[in-house]
């Protein structure tokens, strides 16, 4: 019984992380500032963080000048990197051989760096790094395989892998609450609010050939659904850059849209020989900085 369960655990993450994983990805950063209801892009600053025909995904900011974002190394481990933006330097907050991290996001408390931890049995469980570098702690150790999540109110409403994947959240150890079935792996605080948002894969509409699924939110507070009309087209990743403005990526192309509208509405390209397809993106307001993954071509 023991290995099959192994064998299930190993089976969900495969399709949590694989197609992610065997693709070659770099971190791309852009200097970008919200205005209005507008995203501008300066022309020229694309920089590229990594370079390297490997995993670099998943990134995050920590603080106004820290990044944190999960890599793979050369012998198949993946481990939570620091990028600082104003030495350029790289720090290894993880380095583990027996276990894998991703997705990596700062807590609510500020002292500790979470991820969706790979254990060695195969459980996929969510875990904190201490920013100072202490031993790692367990959380909810009865709540996996998780493959994404986002914070509030210093407990995560986690993308729970299954058949259909569910969002959950833990208002406390004897009440975790599903919130919807069959989501996105997207999952984010809305800024300033109580609001948990997500796709909702049960409703979606064909746009010229490709599908747009609703996004949603759930407040946490008022236990109560919202909705925020539908992704853009062929684009499963999104971020917030404020309460008011959403964020996708198509392509090279990089669309903003408020949560009240229906149109999205192109802000700009990524213009880097040699790279396509904007995937996960992170925004940091004071930093002014835009990074966004893309595949290496």
């Known amino acids: 019984m023991r290995a099959i369960n192994i064998a299930f655990h190993f089976l969900l993450l495969f399709f949590a992380f694989s197609a992610l994983a065997q693709t070659s990805t770099d971190l791309i950063s852009l200097d970008a500032k919200v205005k209005g209801s507008k995203l501008e892009i300066s022309k020229g600053t694309e920089f590229k963080i990594t370079d390297r025909p490997l995993y670099d995904n998943q990134p995050d900011f920590i603080n106004d000048k820290q990044m944190a974002f999960s890599a793979a190394d050369e012998k198949g481990n993946y481990d939570i990197i620091i990028f600082n933006f104003e030495s350029k330097k790289f720090t290894n907050l993880t380095k583990t051989g027996e276990r894998n991290e991703f997705s990596p996001t700062l807590t609510d408390c500020g002292l500790y760096v979470s991820a969706v ?35 509030y109110d210093n407990k995560a409403a986690m993308f729970v892998l299954g058949s259909p994947n569910s969002l959950v959240y833990p208002y406390s150890k004897s009440e975790v609450v599903t ?119």
């Open 117 to 151: 931890t790979v254990e060695e049995d195969g459980k996929q469980r969510l875990w904190l790094y201490p920013t100072n570098f202490g031993e790692p702690e367990l959380l909810y150790d009865d709540i996996e395989p998780v493959g994404y999540y986002d914070w």
């Open 179 to 297: 919130i919807s079935n069959n989501v996105g792996r997207s999952i984010k605080t809305k800024p300033k609010s109580s609001i948990i948002t997500y796709i909702d894969k049960n409703m979606s509409k064909e746009i010229n050939g490709e599908m747009a699924y609703t996004l949603k939110g759930y407040d946490l507070e008022k236990r109560s659904h919202i909705d925020f009309g539908y992704t853009y087209p062929g684009s499963e990743d999104f971020i917030w850059l404020n309460k008011n403005l959403l964020l996708m990526g198509k392509g090279n192309s990089l669309f903003v849209r408020k949560p009240n509208e229906s149109e999205w509405h192109k802000s700009g390209e990524v213009s880097m020989p040699g790279y396509l397809n904007i995937t996960r993106m992170a925004y940091s307001s004071k930093l002014k900085k835009l990074v966004v993954v893309m595949e290496r071509d």
